[in-house]
């Protein structure tokens, strides 16, 4: 679901909750070896997505926040703060020629350029995440 964050709404607060959990603990994170990605630079997006970015001239860019259900893809276009809400059971993320990352989910999509190691190593660590606590079978929910 894309969903506009520019102002605390309960309502949009809690749709994130109940999609992809609470936020890590201090301790997870220093586990996990942080949560959020680099800068991401957008290549290429869905036309929901391409039709906010347009808006304005800036550079088109945003960033993934890890939770224990899911991510969270934001970006920011004119003054407002968008978030793509993404549960691991529907994430899909492949990787494409020329460095550049494909994260897909229903029928939104944003292709990312991973051009610097940082990069690559976040998106590493979220598939290894992605792999070891999505459910495989009905009965491990």
Sequence with gaps: M???VSYKDKNVTKKITDALGKPFTIKERIRLGGIGSPKLEITQASVAI??????DNNADCCNIEMRPGGIILGFR?????YALVIPYYKLTIYKGDLGIYSVYKDNYFVKVRADTKAVQKFFK???????????TSIEDL
Excluded: Q
């Design 77 to 81: 276009s004119l003054l407002e703060s």
């Design 50 to 55: 391409r039709n906010l970015l347009i808006l």
């Design 2 to 4: 894309l969903l506009n």
């Design 125 to 135: 660590k979220l598939l290894d995440y992605k792999a070891d606590n999505t459910p």
